[in-house]
């Protein structure tokens, strides 16, 4: 098989203590590995060195989802701990409607407990919280309908843990710097189940250096789902099945684009999400169109880009499918090559890890 497609091929070797447990001090000093691919050049800097980089007049774009606290944390009716996951933000009214002052929400999730509770189980998180499971589904997935009194936001805050990824392994899941470490400084549209972590590096003082310099900032919004973490489980990486998230590009947002390109500047994509979101939205000339909706866009290489040239992104988990992204981006020797590079000299890898800038 191609080894672009060979899901072998997209192994590196990671020594444990090289995955970050815990966020830098400061957002902008964890490290940034720098890689121009017309040079072939591997340069180490730190993250507030990525101003050097972006030029007046050139665009950068953020994701500006918000991640709530999705690990919810309760117990069985019938006594026994349980967790309910929630794998997107709850509409009330999804459900039934029940009077006073009650809403219902029916959503997926994933339980974990002592032993997996059957459909009809009620699941108690407060006095003014709780869920019935209605349907076991596939994967480990339940559908189960949320019953709440009152504002759903702080009775989330209350009962709920911030999803942190599975490979942050620590006595205690969630210290109190997890709330605003896990979440971008610009954050404002409720909706993830996982934080888009390049943006984790910057701080309102940078950003401002950035449009101080000239630098012009936008948003997206791309809600992260939980099959970020997904394993792809296909020997030929094209057979992979794509998860979807709900994505929105402004009118304002998609003008700003085009015209950037227009004048010759560059588009610089903050994380894969964005990536995702501004290629969804490209037509087939690379104009960005106003786009909302569920964007199922699977890149991997032989994957044309039509907007982004320049990515800030973290370092990502081996044979996933943002590896296959960035490696079409890049080429994956490069990637593969950098990988190495960034392990032989400490780089901290994942969510809470250090940062890679790529320039095609």
């Not at 070797?13 to 017309?38: F, G, T, Y």
């Not at 984790?200 to 791309?222: D, W, Y």
């Not at 992260?224 to 992979?240: E, K, L, N, S």
Request: proline fraction near 5%.
């Amino acid at each position: 098989m191609d080894p672009l497609y060979d899901i072998d091929s997209y192994n590196y070797d990671l020594p444990a203590e090289n995955i970050a447990q815990e966020p830098v001090d400061r957002r902008d000093e964890s490290r940034l590995l720098v890689l121009n691919c017309a040079s072939e050049q591997l340069t180490d800097r730190t993250f507030h060195n990525i101003v050097d980089y972006l030029a007046a007049g050139d665009l950068l774009v953020v994701n500006d989802t918000k991640v709530f606290p999705a690990r919810l944390l309760g117990r069985k009716e019938t006594g026994g701990r349980a967790e309910l996951m929630l794998l997107s933000y709850p509409q009330a009214g999804s459900g039934a409607t029940t009077g006073d002052d009650w809403q219902e929400a029916v959503i997926i999730g994933l339980i974990k407990s002592s032993k997996r509770p059957k459909p009809a189980s009620r699941l108690l998180f407060g006095d003014n919280l709780s869920a019935v499971v209605e349907e076991i589904l596939a994967d480990g997935k339940v559908r189960v309908r949320l019953r709440f009194s009152g504002d759903l936001d702080p009775l989330l805050a209350a009962h709920g843990r911030m999803p942190l990824p599975p490979y942050i392994r620590r006595d205690e899941p969630e210290t109190a710097s997890d709330r605003e470490r896990y979440q971008t400084v610009y954050a404002s549209q409720t909706g993830a189940v996982a934080a888009p972590t390049a943006g984790l590096h910057f701080t309102p003082e940078l950003l401002a250096t950035l449009r101080a310099k000239g630098v012009q900032i936008a948003s997206v919004t791309l809600h992260v789902g939980y099959g970020t973490f997904a394993p792809v489980r296909v020997a030929d990486i094209r057979d992979h099945k794509i998860h979807a998230e709900y994505l929105s590009v402004s009118a304002e947002t998609a003008r700003l684009i085009n015209e950037t390109k227009a004048k010759g500047k560059m588009v610089w994509a903050v994380g894969t999400t964005t990536v995702r979101a501004l290629e969804f939205a490209a037509d087939a000339d690379g104009a960005v169109q106003a786009r909302e909706g569920l964007c199922d866009l699977y890149i991997y290489p032989g994957y044309r880009f039509r907007v982004v040239r320049r990515l800030i992104t973290n370092f990502h988990l081996p044979q996933s499918s943002l590896l296959f992204m960035i490696s079409a981006l890049a080429g994956q020797e490069r990637i593969l090559n950098s990988y190495r590079h960034a392990v032989a000299n400490g780089y901290r890898f994942y969510s809470y890890g250090d940062a890679m800038a790529i320039i095609v």
